[in-house]
């Protein structure tokens, strides 16, 4: 029934390590999003793919690779882990309309990276 | 480039006050904004989608208002109750609707 899953919830590891985070939505959607939210809270888009193909990359450093096997996945990898990048991760995922057309997201539940 | 604020940054009332929850955004030009609620250690869930031709959406208790001209929105929550405390966020696309400025959030919390 889960619309918008992420995988793990949980993620600690040490600085300097390679992990990946799985994200997979159910909903039909065309359009897949990675946000982080900081310690602050503050939310911020990362990256948006649309039918796997890369839409917006916003300054996210070269470490971050998002890859799309198809459009219902969107999974992050993070090379070369550093402490900076503890936060919690978030996946959603919406239908690409016309400009002006109704986007509504939907969120995975998170997942919150820990760097050690 | 779309800046989002929301007022205030928290808020803690006693149950069953009505209260206003502020949001406002510099470009004006937008398709629609989304409310949403977030608890603490979970993920977002969409409460509210307005659209840019609409003034007002209601959904329960909630009732959101969007005015374009002066880049502002409001989230009403009617009698509020204990499960309504959690940290609630305003968001708007960008112009090709492919990703969302989020505001910094309003953390409530309702006193028994």
């Known amino acids: 029934d889960t619309a918008v899953s992420q995988t793990p919830k949980y993620l600690v590891t040490q600085m300097g390590n390679d992990k990946s985070i799985k994200c997979e939505q159910n909903?039909?959607?065309?359009?897949m999003y990675w946000y982080k939210q900081d310690s602050k809270k503050f939310l911020k888009i990362m990256f948006s793919?649309?039918?796997?193909?890369?839409?917006i990359n916003e300054t996210v450093p070269n470490r971050f690779s998002p890859k799309s096997p198809d459009k219902a996945h969107l999974n992050l990898h993070i090379n070369s882990l550093e402490l900076g990048d503890s936060a919690v991760y978030f996946c959603?995922?919406?239908?690409?309309?016309?400009?002006?057309?109704?986007?509504?997201?939907?969120f995975g539940p998170g997942t919150r990276l820990t760097v050690t | 480039k779309q800046e989002v604020t929301q007022i205030p940054a928290a808020l803690s009332v006693p149950e069953g006050e009505n209260l206003v929850l502020n949001c406002s955004f510099t470009?004006?030009?937008?398709?629609?904004l989304q409310w949403f609620r977030q608890d603490p250690g979970k993920g977002l869930t969409s409460l509210l989608l307005?659209?840019?031709?609409?003034r007002e959406q209601t959904s329960g208790r909630l009732n959101a208002s969007l005015d374009k001209s002066s880049g502002r929105s409001t989230l009403y929550i009617a009698a509020s109750q204990p499960g309504d405390s959690a940290t609630y966020l305003c968001?708007?696309?960008?112009?090709?609707?492919?990703?969302?400025?989020f505001g910094g959030g309003t953390r409530l919390m309702v006193k028994p």
């Open positions: 959603a995922s919406s239908l690409l309309g016309l400009a002006g057309a109704t986007i509504e997201q939907y």
């Open positions: 909903l039909g959607h065309d359009t």
């Open positions: 793919y649309n039918n796997k193909e890369l839409i």
């Open positions: 470009d004006s030009a937008i398709y629609n």
């Open positions: 307005i659209q840019s031709s609409q």
């Open positions: 968001a708007v696309p960008n112009n090709a609707g492919n990703m969302l400025t």
